[in-house]
């Protein structure tokens, strides 16, 4: 059995999504089995007309508390112990799971993830990582925002543990990395980019190809995408400001006259399906990597489909044994650096 | 009369855009008198056909060498002394035209504009500047590219310059000034977003709002949108990118049958039209701001339309006198930081 553990009160939609997520999951995957974190009355109540074969795989954790966007993620934690991401966290610390996912407060499950899951040997940081939809498919896209200041031997782990998630979980034979950088000339960047370029290309594990521009992102031209974490925030934040001011724009112009309006009902409905296929919704949510066991913190408005496929994409990422494999890779690492500055 | 100098080999599709460009800022504004810097003989046949009136208002600067997007900027600029960037730059030194215009390398323009037009008194670092278009019309959006690993004391002469700007040339009235960072709360963000945001809060001069994610850049959620180079570039590439690939997605719907073929034939004309208004062409290129004089970059493939935007853009900047505002402005700050470091 896969164990693991998700925040049944998370997101905007809890914990009906969340719950019906958990449903839609259990049913896919015989081999899944759910720690249900959250306020036992209301797991018992909404799982209380579940066939007996999903509820033999299921088990309540009860905690009773809950995290708000608005309060200080590190004090949160440390303070909230019966709240639903530092239960759930401290699920995947004792091995009861392999992956602990919720669509709670995001700085909450960054911190919970680093100061109770923890970081594994020789990992400096542990990057914020994402499945991003592209022109050519699908990129694993890193750091979108746990770690700003970074360094330049950070991203050279995050260009490996990377590496390492594309081939395993997605299957990919030697995937692409590059680095996002100003241009792609190899003078062009700041300080951060040019030290990590010249780092990168003497990685052997990798298959480093150089820099990418951030407006090729979008194309799909690396399966692995490198960043900081504030210019990986910057990229992703401005692809989906981008993606929605187009649909503003392409309503208005749809809804203009009589024969764009005709058009438009033609139109809307190839559209709005080709659109889905760029959503991340069918990768699971963000993933932070290099930790004792997976956190994947999911969208705040994740739908039920979202809960679901971050479930199944987690169970991938735990039967690959993906942290076994960093922790083998990262073993030889300098573990004196290893140390929150 | 407003004297504008402009490169004339500047772009993919120079001379003759260029020409066709000056030509038409030179029938919109009496007032405009251009030197056109290039090949004495390019410019002498491209104009021959011109009224005596236009033909009074030029002046030819002679410029026999062009500088290549490939080559080291700074060595260009600096050893080409007869190129157009070179010479054009060399106008505005000597106070011969306000400002120059070239669609040629964006390296050697900005190298230009540093190292021979030369910064103002006071001026630590000149950003590049742009009006880009949002959901609410245009904001001024900086630095895209000119100064990378910047400091937060650079950041606050940026956004001090670009509300000059937004004030005197785009009469916006008390413009409102915004800093990109990771999220909006005060706690967030990296040591420079944090440092700059403490120092921006504390100048009067500004109407300094805080933080802005970069998903709502394209809102138009601030009149002065500051980041640091490096940010900037990424911000705005993206945008670029996202476009572009929208638009890759959105024709292959709309060719995907047959009745969506002529919804297509209806649509795509006010389609077309309305992406045309989110085009930053009538705004005129990028500008250096901070210099002794305006130096203008337009897009590498600046049409005839953008060429004759930038120079009448120019005009306004000269005539409201921007250079001599920011001069005033910071004619008190400190000088001894005032060094290439």
Redo the contacts between chains.
């Keep these: 059995m896969t164990n693991i553990a998700l925040d049944i009160m998370g997101g905007d939609f809890a914990p009906d999504c969340n719950i019906q997520g958990a449903f839609d999951a259990l049913n896919a995957d015989k081999d899944i089995r759910l720690l249900l974190v959250g306020p036992a009355s209301v797991i018992k109540d909404k799982t209380s007309d579940w066939p007996e074969e999903l509820k033999s795989r299921i088990e309540t954790v009860e905690a009773d508390e809950i995290i708000e966007c608005d309060e200080?993620p590190v004090s949160a934690v440390r303070h909230k112990k019966n709240s639903t991401i530092t239960v759930g966290a401290n699920i995947v610390k004792e091995g009861r799971a392999g992956a602990f996912i919720s669509a709670g407060s995001s700085g909450a499950v960054l911190a919970a993830g680093q100061l109770i899951v923890g970081r594994l040997p020789g990992v400096k940081r542990p990057p914020l990582a994402s499945m991003i939809p592209t022109?050519k498919g699908f990129s694993l896209f890193l750091d979108l925002?746990a770690n700003?200041?970074a360094k330049a031997e950070w991203l050279c782990q995050f260009a490996r543990m990377g590496s390492i998630y594309m081939e395993k979980v997605q299957h990919k034979a030697s995937p692409s990395v590059k680095l996002?950088n100003?241009g792609v000339e190899e003078?062009k960047?700041?300080?951060l980019?040019k030290e990590a370029n010249a780092m990168l290309s003497q990685i052997p594990e990798i298959n480093y190809e150089g820099f990418i521009?951030?407006?090729?992102?979008?194309?799909g031209e690396a399966d692995v995408i490198v960043a900081d974490?504030?210019?990986g925030?910057?990229?992703l934040?401005?692809?989906?400001?981008?993606?929605?001011?187009?649909m503003?724009?392409?309503k208005?112009?749809?809804k203009?006259?009589l024969?764009?309006k005709?058009?438009?009902l033609?139109?809307m409905k190839?559209?709005k399906l080709?659109?889905k296929e760029?959503s991340a919704s069918e990768q699971g949510g963000a993933m932070l990597l290099g930790l004792n066991g997976l956190v994947m913190k999911c969208h705040g408005n994740a739908s039920r489909k979202d809960i679901a496929n971050g479930i199944l994409k987690s169970a991938g990422f735990i039967r690959e044994d993906v942290c076994g494999l960093i922790r083998e890779a990262f073993a030889k690492e300098n573990s004196q650096n290893n140390t929150v500055e």
Aim: glycine share 10%; hydrophobic share 55%.
């Design positions: 200080s022109a925002g700003v200041d996002v100003l003078e960047g700041n300080a980019t521009e951030s407006r090729d992102v979008i194309m974490a504030f210019t925030n910057a990229i934040k401005t692809m989906e400001g981008t993606l929605g001011f187009v503003q724009v392409l208005s112009v749809l203009s006259g024969l764009t005709l058009a438009a033609m139109i190839p559209l080709k659109l760029f």
